[in-house]
């Protein structure tokens, strides 16, 4: 059974920093992705990753603050979290795609995890 759970979720002060992670079982994604979705607003793009690790895309809000990354034979996705922003505040999704190209569309990734909550303090 397809599963993605996410897991690293928390409180921090702004300028603080947190790792999200994402751990995928029943099979392997070529692209992963996570998008986050703060109260009252549409689910958006944050970042993506290919098999390799070595092709990721930003959202220009995150660029330069958050640096995705995959490991354990691709089974298992990162998301380091610097600098963190109030405005960084939301759920934050685990996605993959069985396609081979990245996008930052959310339709086109085909499974979700439940969500992990990050709250930044001002």
């Known amino acids: 059974q397809m599963q993605l759970v996410e897991s690293g979720g928390g409180l921090v002060q702004a300028g603080g920093s947190l790792r999200l992670s994402c751990a995928a079982s029943g099979r392997t994604f070529y692209v992963m992705g996570w998008f986050r979705q703060a109260p009252g607003k549409e689910r958006e793009f944050v970042a993506s990753v290919d098999w390799s690790g070595g092709g990721t895309d930003y959202a220009d809000s995150v660029k330069g603050r958050f640096t995705i990354s995959r490991g354990n034979g691709g089974n298992t996705m990162y998301l380091q979290m610097n600098s963190l922003k109030p405005e960084d505040t939301a759920v934050y999704f685990c996605?993959?795609?069985?396609?081979?190209?990245?996008?930052?569309?959310?339709?086109?990734?085909?499974?979700w995890g439940q969500g992990t909550q990050v709250t930044v303090s001002s």
């Open positions: 996605t993959g795609r069985t396609g081979l190209h990245q996008t930052r569309v959310a339709g086109s990734y085909d499974y």
